[in-house]
Antibody, heavy 120, light 107 residues
Framework: EVQLVESGGGSIQPGGSLRLACAASGFTFDKYALSWVRHVTGKGLEWVAGISGGEFTYFPDSVKGRFSISRDNSKNTVYLQMDSLSAEDTATYHC??????????????WGQGTLVTVSS | EIVMTQSPASVTVSPGESVTLSCRATRNLSNNLAWYQQRPGQSPRLLISGASTRATDVPDRFSGGGSGTEFTLTISSLQAEDSAVYYCQHYNGWPRTFGRGTKVEIK
């Protein structure tokens, strides 16, 4: 069974940084791309970062230059580094497994999410 | 960016009835569309990909249709466990975007 367990969320002041982690199990980690999708209450879902099995990274314009994503295949863990945070980044962040080695498809497993609150 | 519009925003149906949810895209997606179900207190779950292919363990009460810019998700013989928010998501370019969801409530 695929499991994705996020950690690292919390409260942070505007302009601050936070690093989220996602520990994965139940599949061959280095054979799959992984992404982060955030859920803003009342606004829906937004894909914010993705990393392929080959460690190519992808971001939408809304977070490009502020967010980075990395993976440690030895630890079956993917990370999301978030810098220059603003209130608009307040959301629950889900780690999601892509259906293949490359980015660009849909998501077949989701973690429970970790809440990030940006507020002064 | 492709904008995904879902309708209705919410719907209430009786057990045993059927409901059809709509998802519209601002550009042609071919059949590169997925549907997800998010029950209260849970993370989203993949229901449909390729506009009409059910994911593993998804009951055949769920059926997806459409192509291009107009898509539907039909849930037949509704059960209490189908109470959830349903999201569509395209994967026909960058960035991948989601609709804002349709909330299905069971009377």
């Amino acid at each position: 069974e695929v499991q994705l367990v996020e950690s690292g969320g919390g409260s942070i002041q505007p302009g601050g940084s936070l690093r989220l982690a996602c520990a994965a199990s139940g599949f061959t980690f280095d054979k799959y791309a992984l992404s982060w999708v955030r859920h803003v209450t009342g606004k829906g879902l937004e894909w914010v970062a993705g990393i392929s099995g080959g460690e190519f990274t992808y971001f939408p314009d809304s977070v490009k230059g502020r967010f980075s994503i990395s993976r440690d295949n030895s630890k079956n863990t993917v990370y999301l580094q978030m810098d220059s945070l603003s209130a608009e980044d307040t959301a629950t962040y889900h780690c999601v497994k892509e259906v293949g080695y490359n980015i660009g498809w849909f998501f077949d497993s989701w973690g429970q999410g970790t809440l990030v609150t940006v507020s002064s | 960016e492709i904008v995904m519009t879902q309708s209705p925003a919410s719907v209430t149906v009786s057990p045993g009835e059927s409901v059809t949810l709509s998802c519209r895209a601002t550009r042609n997606l071919s059949n590169n569309l997925a549907w997800y179900q998010q029950r209260p207190g849970q993370s989203p779950r993949l229901l449909i990909s390729g506009a009409s292919t059910r994911a593993t363990d998804v009951p055949d009460r769920f059926s997806g249709g459409g192509s291009g810019t107009e898509f539907t998700l039909t849930i037949s013989s509704l059960q209490a466990e189908d109470s959830a928010v349903y999201y569509c998501q395209h994967y026909n370019g960058w960035p991948r975007t989601f609709g804002r969801g349709t909330k299905v409530e069971i009377k």
